[in-house]
């Protein structure tokens, strides 16, 4: 089974900020991986899928890269709204896993 | 408007069984690929069962093989997951979710979630 592997568990960020968080897989997954982000009491929303391809309607700010086994998803120019939990998340096969979530809090 | 709406959780002892239930609307329902997510107290996400538009293909975690069961009935544009013999760990929120029309892209559609809590 791959696992998936996120840094940093948290950061802590000011609005304006470039913040940049880490996904590993344990094995590759060419560029099938979807990151999402979670606020507190609501369900998960899709922010990129494919490594690098935003879902419709989510703001530009928001970048993904990398294939193989190691990803990034950068946010460009933190705003308020961003303060949230990440996850990635494997597509390439079964079971899916989840990465463990980074939180990017305000500074 | 695209919509999931999971119904069913609960309060259920150690043991017991639950059957949860997701309502879709809103789009052609038996061309999606569907998943449970679930989301223990303060934790992480977990995948925990996926199935095809045709159910052909099933898929579960290891944490719930041989006592979860994913079926669908697309007549009835709706989405199941049968809990049998549940544990505490299994205290969760969970959700359905729809896989993209994109082989291996992400879940693009969530329900707002559904509580289930085993306890004594």
């Known amino acids: 089974d791959i696992q998936m592997t996120q840094s940093p568990s948290s950061v802590s960020a000011s609005v304006g900020d470039r913040v940049t968080i880490t996904c590993r897989a344990s094995q590759g997954i060419s560029s099938w991986l979807a990151w999402y982000q979670q606020k507190p009491g609501k369900a998960p929303n899709l922010l990129i899928y494919a490594a690098s391809t935003l879902q419709s309607g989510v703001p530009s700010r928001f970048s993904g890269s990398g294939s193989g086994t190691d990803f990034t998803l950068t946010i460009s120019g933190l705003q308020p709204e961003d303060f949230a939990t990440y996850y990635c998340?494997?597509?390439?096969?079964?079971?899916?896993?989840f990465g463990q979530g980074t939180k990017v809090e305000i500074k | 408007e695209v919509q999931l709406v999971e119904s069913g959780g609960g309060l259920v002892q150690p043991g017991g069984s639950l059957r949860l239930s997701c309502a879709a609307s809103?789009?052609?329902?038996?061309?999606?690929?569907m998943n449970w997510v679930r989301q223990a107290p303060g934790k992480g996400l977990e995948w925990i069962s996926y199935i095809s538009g045709s159910s052909s293909s099933i898929f579960y975690a290891d944490s719930v093989k041989g006592r979860f069961t994913i079926s669908r009935d697309n007549a009835k544009n709706s989405l199941y997951l049968q809990m049998n013999s549940l544990r505490a760990e299994d205290t969760a929120v969970y959700y359905c979710?729809?896989?993209?029309?994109?082989?291996?892209?992400?879940?693009?559609?969530w329900g707002q979630g559904t509580t289930v809590t085993v306890s004594s």
């Open positions: 998340q494997q597509a390439d096969s079964f079971p899916r896993a």
């Open positions: 809103g789009f052609s329902f038996s061309s999606y690929s």
């Open positions: 979710a729809r896989q993209g029309y994109i082989p291996r892209s992400g879940m693009d559609v």
